[in-house]
């Protein structure tokens, strides 16, 4: 059933979709008890913040503060009321691989075991909301934020996000999946505004949020800064009103983005239920201020909104703290910073380091032949941890790769290290550094690159000294600090070298990448991320990773930037690439990327065989076997994406609509089945504003990676 509304010139669809929020009696009984009895000056007390991660409470009724705390990967340092670090020592908690890092496991048992360590970490620190996971789409390589995120694909995030959520909340503490929407770049991010098309809404921009929803229950949202076709995220009526909480049924609140409200009554109409933030306006406003404070309640007072507005925004405020034992029960405990904590940390960097190339079957290393190794590079020895904006983490300790390496090899193998560039922003090649660098190389069998991108350190200065952090893009795809010109050397110095990039995302690696050995993609792995990315170099990890979006050879070869707008003008940025964005752009275009989506290396070897397909029902059933063929237990993540023959309207050549990481011993093989609902079929049809299954034929591609296809079969549908 498609209801279509007409509201002055544009035309909004309430699309069906297939399960909402739901709400239960017992909680809702309890929360009319307590709206009954609030003053209209204590509701509005509860819609704004009142301290930097605070909003109010009513002390009267027990209804206490709702203290929220980033972030994605990590319990974030105590600021106490204001911004500044309270630096009591006591708040070092377990700093987690970042949300690519995560994605790129491919396991969505690892999201729910994140998410749990995440959730009973905040409990133990009395916070009420984690304010992630992040999950907007990597549409540019350049976004600064995109290590927080998970994917380019919508499907992966929905996958993947659940898990997080459930982990979360399973704790009883709140997530807050953020940025509700199209937050896809930092330039700009306070006030650009997004056009896009209601195909590429639907298709793209949506899913991942409308699975957090319906399938994970977040009970918490966290707005956009930006604007989406002329309206603020968090109030923008179609997005928050009719999408969110009316096809969803979403039931939580709705925060925004910190000082991310703009005006009273678009706010307060729109559907934001709660404004947070600290610096708003110059200079900032005391919080009695914001524009969800006195300003709101001049407005219910003279009757320009109604008190119902109100009502419903506090209805969902104590919806959330019911739900999460905040009024009138006790919660359990949680932890902090345990062994098993940091255990979970270590086997999601495990999993979520790519091998990217291994030519000449270069790694693993072997311990007992390798006697001297040259450790090149400054991300070596770099902690990442409180970098990267509000993401950061205070960790209770973090294991450098150099520190990871060192504890790996033991006494029989020497490791000399070298610096080989400097972190600051504008740093260029250092002709002494790379000098020593080549010297070190020389000397040794192996020769072990650290580099990629990097978090900002000083978070005072975060924008200008970080590459992936929050307030700022990449301002292109190049490696910083001269590394191209340090890599080319090492390896001209020694054929045997490893590259290992740290970073959320891709960097142009064209200058070197034929000529280096090995290439691993670590993201940002965590406090156990040094031991880790050893235990992957000398096999006592076999690497599983696979990449969670394309990674184009040079930044023209992006679609954003190849069809789309970046970073659009002053005003507006128009996604003209539409629903073209990574591997459905790469492979429809016939764009070869430098590394395509999904790729990732093991040190075996999977085969797969006897694809069969069959429809029962409006499902499609796909099976077929994975067998290892090698020499070492391994995992493979296995794809299966779907393609459409003949459309009415442009389609990606293909979308991945189904995965599974499939663990096998050497020898052993597996039968995988994939269920593919009608939905894996459709696509959005602007003209009915509604989901389409176009009657033809399709096929199902089954394979390793999406430009690495094994087994295909077509279907009449
Ligand atoms: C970020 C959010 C974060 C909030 C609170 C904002 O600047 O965009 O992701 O949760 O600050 O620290």
Redesign the pocket.
């Known amino acids: 059933m498609l209801t279509v509304l007409v509201t002055g010139l544009f035309v909004f669809a309430i699309v069906k979709t297939n399960g909402q929020q739901k709400t239960d009696p017992l909680v809702e009984s309890k929360i009319e008890n307590l709206l009954k009895q609030l003053t209209l000056e204590e509701k509005i007390r509860m819609i704004h913040g009142n301290s930097?991660?605070t909003s109010g409470g009513v002390e009267r009724l027990g209804i206490p503060e709702l203290t929220?705390s980033?972030?994605?990967h990590g319990v974030?340092p105590e600021h106490g009321r204001d911004w500044t670090l309270d630096n009591k020592g006591n708040d070092s908690s377990t700093y987690l691989p970042v949300g690519l890092t995560l994605a790129s496991t491919w396991n969505p048992e690892l999201g729910y075991a994140f998410g749990s360590v995440l959730g009973s970490e905040a409990k133990y620190r009395g916070k009420d909301v984690i304010?992630?996971p992040?999950i907007n789409i990597l549409r540019t390589p350049l976004n600064g934020?995109n290590f927080?995120y998970v994917s380019e694909d919508p499907y992966l995030i929905s996958k993947m996000v659940v898990g997080y959520i459930k982990g979360v909340q399973d704790q009883g503490i709140s997530a807050?999946v953020?940025?509700f929407m199209a937050?896809n770049q930092e330039i700009r991010?306070d006030g650009i505004n997004v056009e896009m098309s209601e195909r590429a809404l639907r298709e793209i921009y949506l899913p991942g949020f409308k699975a957090a929803i319906v399938d994970g229950g977040a009970n918490t949202v966290?707005g956009a800064?930006n604007k989406f076709r002329g309206e603020y995220c968090t109030y923008n009526d179609y997005l928050v009103n009719k999408i969110l909480k009316g096809e969803w049924g979403f039931k939580g609140l709705i925060m925004s983005?910190?000082?991310a409200i703009h005006s009273t009554k678009e706010a307060l109409l729109g559907g934001a239920d709660l404004e947070?933030g600290t610096d708003i306006g110059v200079p900032p406003k005391p919080f009695d201020e914001f524009y969800m404070s006195t300003p709101a309640l001049k407005m219910v007072k003279s009757g320009e909104v109604a008190e119902s507005v109100i009502d419903d925004k506090v209805r969902r405020i104590l919806r959330v703290m019911v739900k999460t034992n905040m009024i009138g029960a006790k919660r359990s405990p949680g932890a902090y910073a345990t062994a098993e904590h940091a255990k979970v940390a270590k086997k999601v960097a495990e999993e979520g380091i790519i091998l990217l190339k291994n030519k000449g079957n270069i790694l693993p290393l072997q311990k007992s032949s390798v006697k001297s190794i040259a450790v090149i590079g400054a991300n070596a020895t770099r902690d990442n941890a409180m970098g990267g904006?509000?993401?950061q983490v205070r960790p209770k300790y973090e294991i450098t790769p150099l520190e990871g390496l060192q504890a790996c090899v033991g006494n029989n193998t020497s490791i000399r290290f070298s610096q080989g560039y400097t972190i600051a922003r504008d740093a260029k090649a250092d002709a002494k550094l790379i000098a020593d660098a080549v010297e070190t190389a020389k000397n040794a069998e192996v020769a072990i690159v650290v580099g990629g991108w990097t978090h900002g350190f000083d978070y005072s200065v975060w924008a200008d000294n970080a590459y992936d952090a929050?307030?700022g893009d990449k301002p292109d795809m190049n490696m910083p600090f001269g590394q191209d010109e340090l890599i080319s050397q090492v390896i001209k110095a020694n054929p045997n070298t490893i590259v290992v990039l740290f970073g959320g995302g891709a960097m142009n690696i064209t200058k070197w990448e034929g000529k280096a050995k090995a290439i691993l993609q670590v993201g940002y792995p965590g406090l156990e991320g040094g031991n880790a990315i050893a235990e992957v170099l000398f096999g006592d990890i076999n690497p599983s990773g696979k990449l969670t979006f394309s990674w184009p050879k040079k930044l023209e070869d992006s679609p954003a930037h190849k069809l789309g707008e970046y970073p659009g003008d002053s005003i507006n940025v128009h996604y003209k690439e539409d629903i073209f964005v990574g591997y459905r752009y790469f492979d429809t275009y016939k764009v070869k990327p430098q590394f395509a989506f999904g790729h990732g290396l093991s040190y075996t070897k999977f085969e797969y065989s006897d694809i069969q397909v069959s429809t029962v029902g409006k499902e499609v059933k796909v099976s077929f076997n994975v067998k290892n063929s090698g020499k070492a237990a391994g995992a493979e993540v296995v794809q299966g994406y779907v393609k459409d023959l003949k459309a009415a309207v442009k389609r990606p050549e293909k979308e991945l609509k189904a995965f599974e990481k499939v663990f096998l011993k050497p020898g052993e093989s597996k039968q995988v089945s994939f269920q593919l609902s009608e939905d894996a079929f459709k696509y959005f049809d602007e003209k009915s504003m509604n989901w389409v299954l176009e009657p033809g034929q399709f096929e199902v591609l089954v394979g390793a990676a999406s430009d690495n296809i094994k087994l295909k079969k077509k279907l009449q549908l």
Do not use: I
Request: charged share 30%; proline share 4%; hydrophobic share 20%.
């Open positions: 930097s991660f929220t980033d972030g994605p974030r304010l992630g992040g934020r927080e807050c953020k940025h937050n991010r966290m800064y983005d910190w000082g947070m904006g509000s993401s929050e307030g």
